[in-house]
Antibody
Framework: QVQLVQSGAELKKPGASVKISCRAS????????IHWVRQAPGQGLQWVGW????????KFSQNFQDRVIITRDIYANTVNMELNGLRSEDTAVFYC?????????????????WGQGTKVTVSP | DIQMTQSPSTLSASVGDRVTITCRAS??????LAWYQQKPGKAPTLLIY???TLEDGVPSRFSGGGSGTEFTLTISSLQPDDFATYYC?????????FGQGTKVEI
């Protein structure tokens, strides 16, 4: 079954760091780009950044680029997102999502598979 | 960054109604737009990509249109399962910005 499985909920103090994992099942990360999205309680979706599963190249939103690191472990078929300097506004659910390609490898410009989400709570 | 603006923010409708949600981009994005549906406590699911192509398995009552800076998502006959929040997302720039969402409620 093609899916992304994320790690469990985290409780962190302000200023701390959090590392969330996203394991691909049913497909190889090396063939895809994986994105991360933040959703604060009752709020909309905010794009964080992406990693190319083959090359390891990353791109980030200007809103996060100074404190986010995205890495991949091709042997574990897993992508990790580390967010540093946690603030109250980082209390949110973080999703990983797969960039969509058709069978011939053409980009379809959408996210077709999403992880179940990881809740991060930042509290003193 | 390209800004995406959805309207309305909230839409009240009844089962069987035809509803349309609009998404406007701050600059030309051709047809590089996707639509998602999200239900409370769940991850978003893909409805439409490239502005008007229906994802496999999505009911045909959903349709998308538009190009350039103005796009629409239409539900031809609202069903009970469709009450949810809908988001557009642009793919023209590397910053994959979303609209702020439209909640469709009873």
């Amino acid at each position: 079954q093609v899916q992304l499985v994320q790690s469990g909920a985290e409780l962190k103090k302000p200023g701390a760091s959090v590392k969330i994992s996203c394991r691909a099942s049913g497909f190889s990360l090396r063939s895809y780009v994986i994105h991360w999205v933040r959703q604060a309680p009752g709020q909309g979706l905010q794009w964080v950044g992406w990693i190319n599963g083959d090359s390891g190249t990353t791109k980030f939103s200007q809103n996060f680029q100074d404190r986010v690191i995205i890495t991949r472990d091709i042997y574990a078929n897993t992508v990790n997102m580390e967010l540093n300097g946690l603030r109250s506004e980082d209390t949110a659910v973080f999703y990983c999502a797969r960039f969509y390609y058709d069978r011939s490898g053409q980009p379809l410009n959408a996210f077709d598979i999403w992880g179940q989400g990881t809740k991060v709570t930042v509290s003193p | 960054d390209i800004q995406m603006t959805q309207s309305p923010s909230t839409l009240s409708a009844s089962v069987g109604d035809r509803v349309t949600i609009t998404c406007r981009a701050s600059q030309n994005i051709d047809t590089w737009l996707a639509w998602y549906q999200q239900k409370p406590g769940k991850a978003p699911t893909l409805l439409i990509y490239k502005a008007s192509t229906l994802e496999d398995g999505v009911p045909s009552r959903f349709s998308g249109g538009g190009s350039g800076t103005e796009f629409t998502l239409t539900i031809s006959s609202l069903q009970p399962d469709d009450f949810a929040t809908y988001y557009c997302q642009q793919f023209n720039s590397f910053s994959r910005t979303f609209g702020q969402g439209t909640k469709v409620e009873i």
